[in-house]
């Protein structure tokens, strides 16, 4: 799908203020980062538990990067995410999230 | 395969980026509208994405071909999403506190007016070629592309401890920037130095690379340099340093970023090393960037190969290349050197006879004296790779 040049001008146009935006400060920087749509999942019994416990602090894209792990050592990950970064998921989800886990990314074990 | 899928998320993605009409935080229009230029901020289109929420972008092998790695080429690695997505010059400061005789705190103008200090030096991630590991392990998957190479203008940390005055006793200095984690929970990531390295005259606090302004996704204002060590310890919008009178003991010292003690940072899955240490200087590696990997070389005519080496702050010695899969060995020639901490530029003419599929491999020896491992180490971090690259090729 693609735009028409102008029509991304129009939008950005439409932002902002009612009064022209003031030249900006050379002494304040900013960056706008794209604002990418999140990562569609495998379909598998668990992902809607994934989305939920695993986007707060990242993209579920870190799982999608990671290649095919034996079951153990996405058990470790899930349990650091959890014991280690203090992720706000009830320990139930665990299991699940690792079967999920196994089935889309799992190498044996 | 898992590439092309990510480049396709990533593509997908900036068609809505491109839909999106945004702002900044001054009501001025920001427009990331159109192809994959301009998405990721400062940073050019042909970064691979591993992640968008904290930016990790991989630079393609190809761009090693550059012995000064253009800054929107640079390789991007957060580990935390709050990232500085503002910088205002006005109230940021370097802080330079704890063991400290009269600490410190200063405003980018005021860092800048101090003695500047150029070098040339590598910055590679711990974990670059992660993805070759095997058995594979979790972190980011970098191919080789988290591994660039640039002059760093800053002052020395060392001017800036001078003009503290450490206290007697001081073991380390603490290094934190303005990234946050994004909730209540994983660790801030803060790095230390023993105050020995720290006062090497070479580790910078530096403001520009590659005489810019360093890219905000790339630590703007001020970013600290530790030449022959892996970034780890380059913290980014470096704001805040403390000397302690004990050794350091975060998270990310204390249990991330650690390597088996053992020569090579080697350790078998079914029997992981009982001892670790915070991984610290780089181990010898050289790559081969032309021919690139299944590429096609013609028979009878000369092929001008060339790649890169370089080390842990030694230098580079001698670098020898294998058409054979590492039967036999020439010499390469070497370009000029631009520094220890440096990118050398290796080249050899290579005059295929044979059709066929043919193996480059390229092995370094340092000034120092080490010289690449035969076969690829292997830790659960997935760190320190260094075994001599081997690239597929086919002469026709």
Known sequence: MRLPLALPLLLAAGCGRASPPSPPDPRVHTIVLPDLAPPELPDAPGRAMLYAACSTCHTPRYVLDQPPLPAHVWAAEVDKMHDVYHAPFPEEMSAPIVAYLVAVRGAGD | ?396
Not at chain 2, 63 to 76: A, I, K, Q, R, S
Not at chain 2, 287 to 293: D, F, G, K, R, S
Request: hydrophobic residues 40%; glycine residues 8%; aromatic residues 8%.
């Open chain 2, 1 to 396: 395969m898992q590439n092309r899928v990510r480049r396709r998320d990533f593509l997908a993605g900036v068609g809505v980026a491109a839909l999106t009409s945004r702002c900044n935080d001054r009501g001025v229009p920001t427009s990331d509208a159109g192809p994959a230029t301009g998405a990721w901020p400062e940073k050019s289109p042909a970064l691979v994405l591993h992640a968008e929420r904290p930016p990790n972008l991989e630079m393609p092998l190809q761009y090693l071909g550059h012995d000064l790695t253009p800054n929107e080429l640079m390789f991007v690695r957060w580990h935390l999403a709050g990232i500085p997505l503002k910088v205002d010059l006005h109230t940021f400061r370097l802080t330079v506190a704890g063991h400290v005789q009269r600490p410190l705190s200063l405003s980018l103008d005021e860092v800048q007016k101090l003695e500047p200090v150029s070098l040339v030096a590598v910055n590679q991630c711990s974990g670059n070629s992660r993805a070759l590991f095997s058995p594979r392990v979790p972190g980011v998957q970098w191919g080789g592309g988290a591994l660039a190479n640039a002059k760093w203008t800053g002052v020395r940390l060392r001017t800036l401890l001078e003009r503290v005055g450490v206290r007697p006793g001081a073991r380390s200095v603490t290094l934190r920037g303005l990234d946050k984690p994004p909730i209540e929970g994983p660790p801030p990531f803060v790095k230390s130095l023993d105050v020995e390295r720290a006062l090497d005259p070479d580790v910078l606090v530096a403001w520009a690379m590659n005489d810019r302004p360093l890219p905000m996704l790339n630590g703007f204002p001020l970013r600290l340099i530790v030449p022959g060590w892996y970034s780890t310890y380059w913290v980014k919008a470096l704001t805040e340093m403390t000397v302690l009178d004990a050794p350091f003991d975060g998270f990310w010292m204390a249990k991330a970023y650690r390597v088996p003690r053992a020569e090579g940072a080697d350790e078998a899955p079914d029997r992981l090393a009982a001892e670790t240490v915070p991984i610290s200087r780089m181990n010898v590696r050289s790559l081969v960037v032309q021919p690139e990997a299944g590429a096609r070389v013609a028979r009878g005519a000369p092929y001008p190969m060339q790649g890169i080496a370089f080390d842990g702050g030694s230098g580079i010695a001698r670098v020898e290349v294998s058409v054979d899969g590492g039967v036999s060995w020439r010499d390469a020639q070497l370009d000029p050197d631009l520094g220890k901490y440096s990118f050398r530029r290796w080249r050899l003419a290579w005059t295929p006879t044979e059709p066929g599929p043919k193996t480059i491999a390229v092995r370094a020896t340092s000034v120092a004296g080490e010289v690449q491992r035969p076969t690829p180490q292997w830790n659960r971090g997935g760190y320190m790779r260094n075994a001599y690259e081997r690239t597929p090729v086919v002469v026709s």
